[in-house]
């Protein structure tokens, strides 16, 4: 398969001994879109396993839209390059189960990709449910996020799946969550009207080996320094609050929601025991590594900024379909770090 990198191989394994019916996917065609991006090359590769592990007959379609070739070759997996903002479904073969998992989530993009990113989670949205219905797919899993959920006024308040803050549609950060908004809204629509079975995640800040470490999110551009050995650059007082979620745990959650999830509904997929404030995990990440340790520094550069001061996330009901995550801060973030010392 081509996975070379110890600390992948022992992620995709921890993954598989999930107390998961990993069985379901036996003979089963499955789509994801989105093929390169972090979560979605995660989900390829644990697939690609489980079918040697279980003997599950599976077979991959990935689509990507880059123009680049795809990092997972494997003979089950087929790989097509597609605009999925506007192209004919014909195209696709038919599959039983649809991933979609297409989104560009880095704050980098949201000033200067505003437009791509409203058609990926819209109009993607709604041409690849329009080829699930067309092929009577079994199930249609939306890959949404946290953000929708927007401001809280009393950041104390338990965010469960049923909660809505406000949402300035009008502020630059704003399309992301907006545009995920309304993928959420055009699925339900589907459910009721095509009698499809979607369901739909919510991770929050998911990370791990192969996040791109120059995506503009704090976690990334902290690993990225320490990886370089530069100083940790603060661009805020650091003092707001955020579940980090290891990518092992947030795959296994993607994983019970698509084989355990209830049809038209939603899912958090969070770590609360790993809600930490951005300065704090400034300085655990900067002193994880003992050759590697670099300063914390705060500077006036501007950037993007998130309102929010704390998501209190609630996960009481994936939790009821036997989730737990599992990676504690420590971990999950040296880890990170070994892998791209080791990479680069």
Not at 11 to 21: F, G, N, S, T, Y
Not at 272 to 293: S, T, W
Not at 328 to 341: H, K, P, S, V
């Amino acid at each position: 398969m081509g996975i070379k990198n110890k600390i992948i191989c022992d992620d995709i394994a921890a993954i598989l001994e999930a107390d998961l019916p990993w069985k379901k996917f036996k003979n089963k065609s499955i789509l994801i879109s989105g093929g390169n991006g972090f979560i979605a090359s995660y989900i390829i590769k644990t697939l690609l396993k489980a079918n040697i592990k279980y003997k599950l007959g599976l077979k991959l379609i990935s689509l990507i839209r880059e123009n680049k070739n795809s990092k997972i070759k494997n003979d089950n997996l087929k790989v097509i390059k597609v605009d999925l903002a506007n192209f004919d479904n014909s195209c696709l073969p038919k599959t039983d189960i649809v991933i979609h998992a297409a989104s560009k989530a880095s704050p980098k993009y949201f000033a200067k990709q505003t437009i791509d990113i409203i058609k990926t989670n819209t109009l993607a949205t709604i041409n690849l449910l329009e080829y699930a219905k067309k092929i009577k797919s079994e199930k249609f899993l939306y890959i949404s996020s946290g953000e929708i959920y927007g401001e809280i006024e009393n950041y104390n308040s338990s965010i469960k799946e049923d909660f809505y803050g406000k949402i300035n549609h009008l502020n630059k950060r704003s399309v992301y969550a907006e545009s995920k908004k309304l993928g959420e809204l055009i699925c339900n629509s589907y459910t009721e009207n095509n009698k499809l079975k979607i369901l739909i995640a919510r991770p929050f800040h998911t990370y791990g080996p192969g996040v791109n470490l120059k995506d503009g999110r704090v976690f990334a551009d902290f690993v990225n320094s320490v990886v370089k050995q530069k100083d940790i650059l603060l661009k805020s007082k650091g003092d707001s609050k955020r579940p980090f979620c290891y990518i092992t745990d947030a795959i296994v959650g993607l994983f019970t929601v698509l084989l355990k999830g209830r049809k038209s509904n939603a899912y958090n997929i969070a770590n609360p025991n790993c809600e930490v404030k951005i300065k704090d995990l400034a300085i655990v990440i900067a002193n994880l590594i003992p050759d590697k340790r670099v300063n914390v520094k705060f500077t006036k550069k501007k950037h993007l900024s998130n309102p929010l001061k704390r998501q209190n996330v609630s996960i009481e009901k994936i939790k009821s379909l036997n989730w737990f995550p599992k990676v504690g801060i420590y971990e999950g973030f040296e880890r990170t770090i070994q892998f791209y010392m080791n990479d680069y």
